[in-house]
C-alpha cells in the first residue's frame, strides 16, 4: 500500500532559516532530440542542447563557486558516459549528482522492466563516472510505477510532483522516499525551450515566485525549488538573469540554500513524518524493503 506523509505540525528549517531554497539543474544535452521519420536529426535542434554539456556546464559551475552555493544536477546516464570531465567537476566543485534518466526516456512509456534497467543503469554510469552513487532522482515524466522502483533501488528522493510546496514522504511497506515537489517555474517554460525568451522576463516570473514564498514564511517555514538546464540557462544574458537571482536570494535573511540530498535528510532527521495527515494512494500489497536506505550524496 502506498501512502504519502505530509507534515501536519509546523516545520522548520537548520539555524532557524525561514525558507528553504533547492537550485536544481537537469543536466542533458540532445538525448530529447530524435530523428524523423526518415531517420535524420534536426543538426540545429541537437546542437543546441548540446551546448549544455559542451560549453554551458561550466558556465553555470562558474557562476556557482562566484556566489559559494552548492546544487544538486540531474544527470542523464548518458551524459555521465559521454562527459566525464563534465559530471566529475560537478562532484569536485561540492554538487550533488541525482539521477535523470539514461537518455531523458519518458517514463511512462516504458515497461516497469525497461523503467527498472533505465533506473539501474543510470545508477552505475555515475556511480562509476563519480564514485558517488545518486540517492535523488528526477525523470522526464513519471510512471505508475517509478516511486517503486526508486525505492527498491535505495533511493532517498525524489523530485516529480507538482501537488504541494512542502516536502513530504511516500511510503509503502518498509520503505520510504522524500518527495521535494517542483513548481511550474522552470527555465523551459520561462523562456519557451532552447531559442526563445527574454531573460528580464525570467526574472520577472523567478523573482515573485520566490518573493511569495518569503513572504509567507514569516509564518511557517517554506520550500523554493527552481528547476533550470544548463544547455537553456548558460547561454551568455540568461546566465546573467540566474547570476541575479541567485545574488538576490543570498540578499534576503533567513533563507538556507541546499542540495536536494540536504533538504531530504533534514525531513528525515527532524522527524516530520511522525504524526503526519496519511492519504492512501494505492492499494498494492507491500514490499518488505531491499536494503538500508542510502543517505550519502
Known amino acids: 500500500m502506498?501512502?504519502?506523509?505530509h507534515a501536519k505540525e509546523k516545520v522548520s528549517?537548520?539555524?532557524d532559516c525561514r525558507l528553504a531554497v533547492a537550485l536544481t539543474f537537469d543536466f542533458q544535452g540532445g538525448e530529447d532530440v530524435r530523428p524523423d521519420r526518415n531517420g535524420r536529426m534536426n543538426h540545429e535542434e541537437w546542437t543546441q542542447a548540446e551546448y549544455?554539456?559542451?560549453?554551458?556546464i561550466w558556465r553555470i559551475l562558474r557562476i556557482l563557486a562566484q556566489n559559494e552555493v552548492k546544487a544538486s544536477f540531474m544527470v542523464c546516464g548518458g551524459i555521465a558516459e559521454r562527459y566525464p570531465e563534465a559530471v566529475k567537476a560537478i562532484v569536485r566543485e561540492g554538487h550533488e549528482i541525482a539521477g535523470h534518466g539514461y537518455h531523458h526516456e519518458v517514463a511512462r512509456d516504458l515497461t516497469k522492466e525497461e523503467e527498472r534497467e533505465v533506473i539501474r543503469r543510470t545508477t552505475e554510469m555515475i556511480l562509476n563516472r563519480t564514485g558517488k552513487r545518486p540517492v535523488g532522482w528526477r525523470s522526464c515524466t513519471?510512471?505508475?510505477?517509478?516511486?517503486?522502483?526508486?525505492?527498491?533501488?535505495?533511493?532517498?528522493?525524489?523530485?516529480?510532483?507538482f501537488s504541494y510546496d512542502l516536502p513530504?514522504?511516500?511510503?509503502?511497506?518498509?520503505?520510504?522516499?522524500?518527495e521535494l515537489p517542483r513548481?511550474?517555474?522552470?527555465?523551459?517554460?520561462?523562456?519557451?525551450?532552447?531559442?526563445?525568451?527574454?531573460?528580464?522576463?525570467?526574472?520577472?516570473v523567478w523573482k515573485p515566485f520566490f518573493d511569495e514564498l518569503y513572504e509567507e514564511s514569516k509564518t511557517t517555514p517554506t520550500f523554493c525549488p527552481f528547476q533550470f538546464h544548463p544547455y537553456i540557462s548558460s547561454r551568455p544574458g540568461r546566465a546573467?538573469?540566474?547570476?541575479?537571482?541567485i545574488q538576490y536570494m543570498k540578499k534576503q535573511k533567513g533563507v538556507w540554500l541546499a542540495t536536494g540530498s540536504e533538504v531530504a535528510q533534514w525531513w528525515l532527521s527532524q522527524g516530520f513524518a511522525s504524526g503526519r495527515d496519511k492519504k492512501i494512494i494505492s492499494t498494492a500489497k507491500?514490499?518488505?524493503?531491499?536494503?538500508?536506505?542510502?543517505?550519502?550524496v
Not at 505508475?144 to 516529480?160: A, R, V
Not at 509503502?172 to 522524500?178: A, F
Open 2 to 5: 502506498l501512502v504519502e506523509h
Open 13 to 15: 528549517w537548520p539555524d
Open 52 to 56: 549544455g554539456p559542451n560549453t554551458g
Open 142 to 161: 513519471q510512471s505508475t510505477n517509478s516511486l517503486g522502483l526508486l525505492m527498491e533501488q535505495g533511493y532517498l528522493w525524489n523530485s516529480n510532483s
Open 168 to 178: 513530504f514522504i511516500w511510503e509503502e511497506g518498509e520503505q520510504m522516499l522524500v
Open 183 to 204: 513548481q511550474p517555474f522552470g527555465d523551459g517554460r520561462a523562456y519557451g525551450q532552447r531559442d526563445s525568451g527574454n531573460p528580464d522576463d525570467a526574472l520577472k
Open 240 to 245: 546573467r538573469a540566474l547570476r541575479d537571482l
Open 286 to 296: 507491500p514490499r518488505r524493503a531491499a536494503g538500508a536506505l542510502q543517505s550519502g
